[in-house]
């Protein structure tokens, strides 16, 4: 009888291994768990009595000729978001008295110049701001780079977006990548092509690659709840699955910032109610916002090496699908921003901060070059050749 009790606890441990071994594969957990597993153990910085900052930014992977509408539904999409946003931002406002900032990375392959108009006039309202977002497949870095300069010179001279850089005259950008693929770091290859794609984002004026995390993609790095800077491996893909930490008080050491966002295992949400299910910073009708996750963003803790009193979060959605309407433009979002608003920012403990892509690179910047004080005015950071003007301050920090 004992021999078989043995027996089964083993057989069982060996079923359990099997079924973990074979989660984590799927679901591509293996290529992030150990550095999951070495951050959540690893002690954490120690806490002073100045209040910690919580940066915020949504990254909308914004795509109104998603599965290839009509164009009447793809003026929908877009027009939905003009009406609808600015009734639920104008209801919140954080530590500085700024609406919720939304940045809507606008994909080059489905440009219209209906719909970038109306976005800008949202943007110019005080709403948010647009970025780049790219799915191409099979590409070159010619290709890629003809892409590139054209879309941005497009999005500046016509629709007075993007941002001049006031030191060198340039026009910059951030960037999403379309279905993760940055730096060709799909395993079949598709839906990019480009080894030397930070470069060539890098060469045509690309500030920080904001698509990171991935996960449950292939396409998921290994470094993870990381702002760092990758160095590009013209003759090997996905160059930015490692890097050095943005940190204070050193130059920048690689070819582009990659600014990541939260994950996470959840384990209050497990699959067979074994499993914990992945937090990946995803705002959708499958992932509503809820206190939990958003606990478990600040937690993470991101933020610059050296200055662990501000914290990043970068949060990703698609916004232009109408399944996620409900969610970005109704009461889960409204419930959101209340419970940011309530729980990290009582200007003792917390102070809350709203901000787009481009304000969040602007302000790991600060943070690198170690400048800080009651107050910053980002375009005094401006002027010291870090990014372009954007007439915007953040107070108290």
């Known amino acids: ?97 700024r609406h919720p900032q939304h940045t809507f990375f606008y994909p080059e392959e489905e440009y219209r110049p209906e719909h970038l108009d109306k976005l800008a006039q949202l943007c110019k309202a005080g709403f948010g701001d647009v970025e780049i977002h790219l799915h191409h497949d099979h590409d070159t870095a010619a290709g890629l780079r003809e892409k590139l300069l054209r879309f941005k010179m497009t999005l500046h001279e016509r629709h007075g977006l993007l941002h001049r850089n006031d030191q060198t005259g340039e026009i910059e950008y951030g960037f999403i990548h379309g279905n993760w693929a940055l730096d060709n770091a799909r395993k079949d290859g598709k839906w990019c092509g480009v080894n030397n794609e930070l470069i060539v984002l890098r060469e045509t004026g690309c500030y920080a690659d904001f698509t990171m995390p991935s996960a449950p993609s292939d396409t998921q790095t290994r470094k993870i709840n990381s702002i760092y800077y990758a160095v590009d491996d013209p003759l090997c893909p996905k160059s930015h699955d490692n890097g050095t930490e943005v940190e204070v008080g050193k130059a920048p050491a690689g070819d582009l910032m990659i600014i990541q966002g939260p994950l996470a295992l959840n384990w209050a949400s497990r699959k067979w109610g074994i499993l914990p299910r992945i937090e990946n910073g995803e705002l959708s009708s499958e992932n509503p916002p809820t206190p939990e996750r958003i606990d478990r963003w600040i937690r993470q803790h991101i933020h610059v090496k050296g200055q662990p009193h501000w914290i990043f979060v970068k949060l990703h959605t698609h916004g232009a699908q109408e399944q996620n309407f409900d969610v970005l433009l109704g009461q889960p979002m409204d419930a959101m921003l209340f419970y940011l608003e309530t729980a990290y920012n009582d200007g003792q403990r917390y102070q809350l901060h709203y901000v787009t892509a481009r304000e969040m690179y602007t302000l790991i910047r600060a943070a690198e070059r170690d400048i800080g004080g009651s107050l910053i005015n980002l375009s005094e950071v401006d002027s010291l050749g870090l990014v372009s003007s954007q007439k915007t301050t953040i107070h108290s920090l």
Not at 13 to 25: D, K, Q, V
Not at 57 to 75: G, K, L, M, N, V
């Open 1 to 97: 009888m004992l021999e078989f009790l043995l027996w089964t606890v083993v057989i069982l441990i060996l079923a359990g291994s099997c079924l973990l071994g074979y989660a984590l594969r799927v679901r591509q957990m293996h290529i992030w768990i150990g550095e999951s597993i070495r951050r959540s153990v690893s002690r954490k910085p120690k806490i002073c009595s100045e209040p910690i900052h919580i940066f915020v930014a949504i990254t909308d992977h914004f795509e109104p000729a998603w599965q290839r509408p009509s164009y009447e539904q793809e003026c929908t999409r877009v027009e939905t978001w003009v009406r609808r946003y600015p009734v639920i931002a104008a209801k919140h406002r954080d530590a500085d008295g």
